[in-house]
């Protein structure tokens, strides 16, 4: 009986194990708490009394989709994108596949992702190393919801 038991618990503890992402993969939900453009090194603050956005992100096997709102002033927007992705490490590449700006479909964004407990960082354009542009770059930051 006792062996029947700890066998029972090795096998739920290595099944359990098979089902688990790697630590820095994006699987799920996320919502963006923070975007900055940071252009030869002056930050501009997306989320202030002047802009309001509204963004979430998912991950579901090696598809993503975003959606959100963008309210400067008093004008809105709807922002959306979906496609494929591949994960290198820190290095997270997207194949855009319908985008809000028709331009963008069919392209590849190289993009520096890394996840800290619930919190995802999002620095792109990046290099194959995964350094910035240093003309011009975005750092978002996520919040995991599930």
């Not at 006792?2 to 503890?13: G, T």
Request: with cysteine.
């Amino acid at each position: 009986m006792k062996k029947v038991f700890l066998l029972s618990v090795i096998m739920a503890l290595i099944l359990s194990a098979c089902g688990k992402s790697p630590k820095n993969y994006p699987e799920g939900t996320w919502k963006m708490v923070q975007m900055q453009m940071i252009e030869k090194g002056k930050k501009t603050n997306y989320f202030s009394d002047r802009y309001k956005v509204s963004q979430i992100k998912m991950w579901s096997g090696k598809h993503f989709m975003f959606v959100g709102k963008y309210e400067v002033d008093t004008t809105s927007s709807y922002r959306y994108g979906v496609g494929t992705f591949t994960l290198d490490g820190n290095i997270y590449e997207e194949t855009i596949m319908y985008h809000f700006d028709q331009a963008y479909e069919g392209n590849k964004n190289k993009i520096w992702l890394e996840i800290r407990n619930d919190t995802l960082i999002h620095i792109f354009p990046v290099d194959n190393s995964g350094k910035p542009d240093q003309n011009r770059h975005w750092c978002e930051r996520y919040i995991r919801l599930q």
